[in-house]
């Protein structure tokens, strides 16, 4: 992977086996993310932690795009 900042494309670098790197411009992060934030928060709910569990939904509704 290349190391260039964020929001910039990646480059196709070789790995020592010879064969390319795999694109991850077209990975669904943002996407990703919102689904995890939001079973780790129903998983903190379930513990008890009300706090983390807002802060993970919080976290979920800005990947999703709802808060910049």
């Known amino acids: ?17 010879g064969r390319p790197a795999p694109d ?3 990975y669904p992060v943002r996407e990703y993310v919102t689904a995890m934030a939001l079973e780790l928060a129903r998983m903190a709910r379930w513990d008890g932690d009300e706090a983390l569990a807002g802060a993970l939904e919080a976290a979920s509704a800005m990947a999703s795009g709802g808060v910049k």
């Open 24 to 26: 991850l411009t077209d």
């Open 1 to 17: 992977m290349s190391s260039q900042g964020v929001g910039v494309p990646l480059q196709q670098d070789v790995s020592r086996t």
